[in-house]
């Protein structure tokens, strides 16, 4: 996702403010309504709303009909955490009342349509004008501001949906642009494993022999820390300018842990020029460490410090788009207790929980989270082998006949 400020006009940027409240006031508006029903059906939400939204809100037909698209979007989203949360606390209170009022939806955005709402004009390699459709016509041709690598990637790519955004705090709009990139697919000359943790954020283990634990600076910890206190100072408040601070805050942590996460994904990428990264699949990450550390407040705010799954898509998505190799994940169970030499899995290999791994079978040492890597490779190349072997041995209905596998005869040995 490309993201571009725009350098519209006073005048401009109120048409645009115009209809960015209009498109969120219909999404809200299609989901309280939709809460009896919960439908996810599009063509369902065109029928009973598509009129309405039009004559109500006066958007233009096809933001009309992203409207719909949109709360579609959302409530299969909910059906999806619904569905997860009665899995695993079918009887609690959050589950009970997850219907009881609609969502809502508070940014200011709207979802545009490429060559139909939205257009592009490329002039030089750095200046780009946008065309967007509002409540009172189209808006030709705004200018919009990015990374000079974003430029690129927007004239070679096939470009999607944008998404119109305005930060209340700057009074400032964006262009949130998806392009798909054509890369060409190279063969890796190594596999890494990629396991992610608390006490150290990464974890690496290479086929090359290299073996290593990255750790953040002292300096982003204490800064983190900074930043839950002065959180909450501001809730403990309770006040409209406390309430103010504490948004501006969050945005203020959410670009320093993004930068963050670029930094550290950045550096491990091009430590391994054309690696196919092995990752953990985090599915229910957060929910599974909730209930391996029950009521500890401060071990579980230092699991949910710093977001496993972001760094993970910088990790993949920066290995393809740099070396043109495609990152791959696997299951993670047992690989923090399963010895790599022997196969030997049990809890007690890891005494204490602790950063030790001690093989309770065959003695090998090594760090917890190294040996997590470690086995997180082991998996990829086991499933790699695996494919190989279904062509070697799947059956040949067509094999000439007399020919048949079978162990040579050994030669007879000497005396006998």
């Known amino acids: 996702m490309l993201r571009f400020k725009l350098d519209a006009s006073k005048e401009q940027k109120q048409y645009l403010l115009e209809t960015a409240k209009a498109y969120t006031g219909a999404v809200n508006f299609v989901l309280s309504e939709n809460l009896k029903s919960k439908t996810t059906n599009v063509k369902k939400f065109h029928h009973s709303y598509y009129k309405t ?136 000359k190594e596999i890494v494993g990629v396991d992610v943790g608390e006490r ?68 491990l990428v091009q430590s391994h020029p054309q690696a196919r990264f092995v990752l953990e699949d985090l599915t229910q990450i957060r929910s599974n460490r909730r209930a391996y550390r029950g009521k500890d407040k401060g071990a579980r705010r230092q699991a949910e410090r710093w977001p496993f799954a972001s760094l993970q898509n910088k990790i993949a998505y920066k290995a393809a788009l740099y070396y043109g190799v495609q990152a791959v994940k696997v299951d993670p169970s047992y690989t923090s207790q399963t010895c790599p030499v022997c196969g030997y899995v049990s809890r007690n290999n890891r005494p204490n929980h602790g950063e030790e791994f001690v093989c309770q079978n065959c003695g090998y040492k090594e760090h917890a989270d190294i040996v997590g890597a470690i086995n997180i490779a082991i998996r990829e190349l086991s499933k790699t082998q695996s494919e190989n072997l279904k062509g070697l041995l799947v059956s040949q209905p067509n094999a000439p006949q007399g020919l048949s596998l079978r162990r040579a005869s050994s030669p007879p040995l000497e005396g006998e």
Request: charged share 30%; aromatic share 12%; proline share 4%.
């Open 53 to 188: 939204i039009r004559q109500r809100f006066d958007l233009p037909a096809q933001l009309a009909i992203n409207v719909n698209r949109d709360v579609a979007s959302i409530y299969k989203t909910l059906w999806a955490q619904f569905k997860e949360l009665k899995r695993r606390k079918p009887d609690s209170k959050a589950a009970k009342k997850f219907w009881d009022k609609p969502p809502k939806r508070k940014a200011l955005i709207a979802k545009y349509t490429y060559n139909r709402t939205v257009s592009f004009k490329f002039e030089n390699w750095n200046e780009i004008y946008v065309s967007l459709s509002t409540l009172h016509g189209r808006l030709k041709w705004i200018r919009i501001h990015g990374w000079n690598k974003h430029y690129e990637y927007l004239k070679q790519g096939k470009i999607g949906d944008p998404i119109l955004s305005y930060d209340r705090s700057s009074k400032t709009f964006f262009l949130l642009v998806p392009v798909t990139l054509e890369i060409q697919k190279q063969r890796p």
């Open 200 to 267: 150290h954020i990464l974890a690496v283990a290479s086929t090359t022999g290299k073996k290593y634990l990255v750790d953040l600076p002292e300096e982003f910890k204490r800064r983190k820390q900074r930043y839950h206190k002065l959180r909450s100072e501001l809730m403990s408040k309770g006040t409209r300018s406390a309430k103010r601070k504490l948004q501006k805050l969050s945005r203020r942590e959410k670009r320093f842990t993004e930068n963050v996460l670029h930094i550290v994904s950045k550096t």
